[in-house]
């Protein structure tokens, strides 16, 4: 079965500092996206990743293909961060994506 | 631009009843998707229509039916509620196939999300 595991399920951190999320996967992908959901329940899409490394302000991206391993890194982290990140992967021959459990992060200040 | 619009909020049904959670998009994008989302599980996909006319089963269709008559919208409808199908519904489009390279083509847009409970 194609799933897709992300850890930690729950992180608390002080504001300022260097937060790592991880997203982890069973077989190969095309594509693989990070989501945030807010306190309030809204879905936005972060990034989508087919290789390498993306940056979108104080969020970073990277892939390992390799390894079936993502990343999502935030710097100098801020309690707007505070929110649930979704990995979801595209596996090769599915239109659909799977996706995991979600990252509750909370940034104290 | 509204982006991806979904009525109702929040609903509570009885057991049997029927209802439609609408779902609207003004981008122009052919892509459409109805997830649901349960406490501690991943958004789980219950059907999708890549186009006007054309609808396909998800991961969880049982207990639900679309339509896409046009390209704005994509109601999901509940003929018999049933207790496990209180959950959080998200309504989602986006331009292009999911796995197109062309990220800014293939980004999701969700809607706000409705609260379903049927008790």
């Known amino acids: 079965k194609n799933e897709v595991e992300q850890s930690p399920q729950n992180l608390t951190a002080q504001e300022g500092e260097f937060i790592t999320i991880n997203c982890s996967y069973s077989v190969g992908i095309s594509a693989l996206h990070w989501l945030q959901q807010h306190p309030g329940g809204g879905i936005v899409s972060l990034f989508m990743l087919s290789s390498g490394k993306k940056k979108h302000g104080r969020l970073i991206a990277t892939i390992n293909i390799q390894e079936k391993h993502s990343s999502l890194h935030i710097t100098a982290s801020h309690p707007r961060d505070s929110a649930v990140y979704i990995c979801a992967v595209l596996y090769f021959g599915n239109e659909k994506l799977t996706f995991g459990t979600g990252t509750r992060l909370t940034i104290i200040p | 631009n509204a982006g991806v619009t979904q009525t109702p909020k929040f609903r509570i049904l009885k057991i049997g009843q029927s209802m439609t959670l609408q779902c609207a998009q003004d981008?122009?994008?052919?892509?459409m998707y109805w997830y649901r989302q349960d406490p501690g599980m991943g958004l789980k996909l219950i059907y999708y229509s890549v186009g006007a006319g054309i609808t396909d089963k998800g991961e969880v269709p049982n207990g639900y039916n679309v339509s896409r008559s046009t390209t704005e919208d994509f109601p999901l409808r509940l003929e018999l509620a049933a207790p496990s199908q209180t959950s959080v519904y998200f309504c989602a489009s986006s331009r292009a196939p999911l796995g197109s390279l062309r990220e800014h083509k293939n980004i999701q847009y969700f809607g706000a999300g409705t609260r379903l409970s049927v008790l």
């Open positions: 981008m122009n994008h052919n892509y």
